[in-house]
T-cell receptor, first 114, second 110 residues
Framework: NAGVMQNPRHLVRRRGQEARLRCSPM?????VYWYRQLPEEGLKFMVY????????ESGMPKERFSAEFPKEGPSILRIQQVVRGDSAAYFC????????????FGSGTQLSVL | GDSVTQMEGPVTLSEEAFLTINCTYT??????LFWYVQYPGEGLQLLLK???ADDKGSNKGFEATYRKETTSFHLEKGSVQVSDSAVYFC?????????WGAGTKLIIKP
């Protein structure tokens, strides 16, 4: 049973480009969470999704950021017109139920904006 | 709002030393408490958890006790190894969200 798969592991973008981060949850998991980790800081919640629904996006910037979790395929975190401040590690986690007592994390995507 | 405060790192210890990483929290009600570990280049893994006051979570020689009176969940290990070098995150569960501490980097020298 494969774990949570994130790709790419490293993503380099120039300012103004778009970044697309992918997350395939564990098999049977329909709840996905995205977190951002800035250097020397903890994890910051961004968004919580179930299949085809955004449940809570209170941690996500109102502009340039969006997330989806379609019926088929991985969850996507999309950042438009990236800026240097978007450089961070982005982690995805999944759980089988809404009671997220145990989250399974991917290895993260390190986004570097030049 | 709910929050978690962790001891600042890095914490540097020699192999076989005793480890304590402090974690305190503020929350309404009685949240579940967690320690996660992040090894270099990897995602986070659940290390241990406690769901009610006086519960003790333990795993891989690590322990933490849920102390309601001091709102603390300190992580301890009696004898650390080089392989324990990682970043450790304390977290609490508030509704369906996990509230995270900033993480404490642990460096164990042989």
């Amino acid at each position: 049973n494969a774990g949570v798969m994130q790709n790419p592991r490293h993503l380099v973008r120039r300012r103004g480009q778009e970044a697309r981060l992918r997350c395939s949850p564990m098999k049977g998991h329909s709840h996905v969470y995205w977190y951002r980790q800035l250097p020397e800081e903890g994890l910051k919640f961004m968004v919580y999704l179930q299949k085809e629904n955004i449940i809570d996006e209170s941690g996500m910037p109102k502009e340039r950021f969006s997330a989806e979790f379609p019926k088929e395929g991985p969850s996507i975190l999309r950042i438009q017109q990236v800026v240097r401040g978007d450089s961070a590690a982005y982690f995805c986690a999944s759980s089988p139920t809404a009671e997220n007592e145990k989250l399974f994390f991917g290895s993260g995507t390190q986004l570097s904006v030049l | 709002g709910d929050s978690v405060t962790q001891m600042e790192g890095p914490v540097t210890l020699s192999e076989e030393a005793f480890l304590t990483i402090n974690c305190t929290y503020t929350a309404t009600g009685y949240p579940s408490l967690f320690w996660y570990v992040q090894y270099p280049g990897e995602g986070l893994q659940l290390l241990l958890k406690a769901t009610k006051a006086d519960d003790k979570g333990s795993n891989k020689g690590f322990e933490a006790t849920y102390r309601k009176e001091t709102t603390s969940f300190h992580l301890e290990k009696g004898s650390v190894q080089v392989s324990d070098s990682a970043v450790y995150f304390c977290a609490l569960r508030s509704n369906y969200q996990l509230i995270w501490g900033a993480g404490t980097k642990l460096i164990i020298k042989p």
